[in-house]
């Protein structure tokens, strides 16, 4: 099965840290809902771009992407 990776964008001086605190903010997410997902992240694109992701299997996307309203999302590639 196909995974999918739901990214939530920011952008800013302080986007970086704003990145890395969504992430907490999504696996507690998990957690409250029991969900089987394990891999989550955030990255700093640039000095003012960065983003916070977790990767879905593409059969659960539709339910989260509702609940989480990610800003865009694409095939995720390990």
Known sequence: ??????????RGPDA???AE??????????QSE????????FEALNEVHSIAFL?????EMK?????LKPHRGQVYVP
């Open 16 to 18: 970086s840290k704003i």
């Open 21 to 30: 605190h969504h992430e907490i903010h999504l696996k507690e997410y998990i």
């Open 34 to 41: 029991k969900l089987n997902i394990n891999i989550t992240g």
């Open 63 to 67: 339910p989260l992407r509702d609940a």
């Open 55 to 59: 990767v879905v299997d593409e059969d």
């Open 1 to 10: 099965m196909r995974k999918l990776k739901l990214i939530w964008d920011f």
